[in-house]
């Protein structure tokens, strides 16, 4: 049982008001905030270790070195990957789906092989395929939905043959919380000798993720979803792809041997890390997964699906209001239209009285589109949040959608 007070002490920005009223911060599938814990390992980290890594020999840079290796291997058990594959630290979900398919795929596409991604990507993880098969001249294959807000499993398997180069999909879906099964998509991937990638941004503190059972080459998550700072994140590659992979950028850090003609390169991960590294971000990533270890995985994930199904109850309870999907599994994200209510300006009146969503297409408009739809509204609650500003949320839903409605007569 998590003690919501006791938690919330930890996140100073949660004592904010925004005009007037405290702050219901519900906008955590876009980012999530920090605690106190994480912002004292960063302030530490420049307060008594700041150097720069695999560099010098002097004893700051060998502590600053180490610390940031801890951190790697520390995201690497949390994944399930100790001895399975490689993490590569980078920016972002997005740097990491960028560099599996530039680095691990891109040189294995070409005309007649396809690449297969689903209709709820994020833009993240559907631009980048879309682009590389425009390069190759292989064909991008889109998996659409069921009427209930999830993949269609037949289309999805019979699209994974001997054609198919790489199957792309998100563990968990941004706008509809749909939770996806992607063990079997992966295993299927890797029985046809397909390379498999898991957008895992939405999925990391919903339950635990892990690389060995779900049987994927890739798995990238951003470290802003999980209270670490912004540009952090990490990219893991398993076993069977280390050795098929290329530089992307190139620059310091990421060589071995620099001749004035060839130039030879390090081992991974190093050789996918050119330039000086978010240091301090990525041993700041190592503290919040720590932080939400200590919270407890299973905990996290009961209490957050409880403040989501209120929220969705709530929202089918109100006149003109649409829940978009109904999946078997909803984590993270409820999203929403309201009848003869623009979706901005719903979300500037919640702003007004201190309540932080998210509208527009949510970097997944090839979604929306499926859905008829060009924006909707996100409530996205954390564990940190309560039933009462749950309860707030949808009452000024109800309230500000009334008031709106008023104006479009």
């Not at 004893?59 to 690497?76: C, D, F, G, H, N």
């Not at 740097?95 to 689903?118: D, F, M, W, Y």
């Not at 006149?319 to 209510?341: T, Y």
Request: glycine fraction near 8%.
């Amino acid at each position: 049982m998590l003690d919501v007070s006791s938690i919330r002490e930890d996140f100073p920005i949660l004592n904010e008001n925004v005009y007037g009223h405290p702050l219901v911060y519900l906008d955590n599938a876009a980012t999530m905030q920090m605690p106190r814990q994480v912002m004292d390992c960063i302030v530490r980290h420049y307060s008594t270790t700041n150097a720069n890594v695999h560099r010098g020999v002097h004893y700051l840079s060998e502590r600053s070195t180490s610390a940031m290796e801890q951190s790697r291997q520390r995201i690497s058990r949390f994944l399930g990957a100790d001895g399975l594959g490689t993490v590569v630290f980078v920016s972002g979900a997005t740097e990491g789906i960028n560099l599996a398919a530039q680095c691990g795929v891109r040189q294995h596409l070409s005309p007649g092989k396809k690449v297969v991604v689903t209709h709820m990507e994020h833009h993240s993880n559907f631009v980048v395929w879309q682009e590389l098969c425009h390069q190759t001249g292989a064909r991008l294959v889109i998996c659409p939905l069921t009427d209930a807000g999830e993949l269609d499993m037949d289309f999805m398997l019979s699209a994974i043959d001997q054609d198919c180069a790489a199957v792309a999909v998100c563990a968990v879906s941004n706008v509809l919380g749909t939770a996806n099964d992607v063990a079997t998509i992966c295993h299927a991937a890797r029985e046809v000798g397909a390379v498999s990638l898991v957008d895992a941004a939405q999925a990391m503190r919903h339950g635990r993720l892990d690389v060995d059972r779900i049987g994927c080459d890739f798995l990238a998550f951003s470290g802003h979803k999980v209270m670490a700072p912004s540009g952090t994140g990490a990219l893991y590659v398993s076993d069977r792809m280390r050795d098929r992979m290329v530089p992307y950028r190139f620059g310091g850090g990421m060589v071995d041997q620099v001749g004035d003609r060839q130039t030879s390169y390090a081992d991974l991960p190093l050789m996918l890390e050119a330039g000086t590294p978010n240091i301090s971000g990525n041993i700041a990533l190592a503290s919040a997964l720590d932080y939400l270890e200590e919270l407890g995985l299973d905990q996290v994930a009961t209490y957050e699906g409880e403040l989501l199904a209120r929220a969705e109850q709530g929202l089918d309870a109100l006149d003109g209001v649409h829940v978009l999907g109904h999946p078997k599994e909803r984590f993270g994200a409820v999203s929403f239209v309201v009848d003869g209510v623009h979706p901005f300006d719903l979300a500037t009146l919640l702003d007004k009285r201190g309540i932080a969503i998210r509208t527009g297409h949510h970097c997944a408009q090839p979604l929306l589109r499926s859905l008829g739809q060009s924006s909707v509204v996100r409530i996205s609650p954390a564990f940190y949040n309560t039933p009462e500003e749950v309860d707030y949320c949808i009452e000024q839903v109800s309230a500000c959608s009334n008031f709106l409605r008023k104006f479009s007569k």
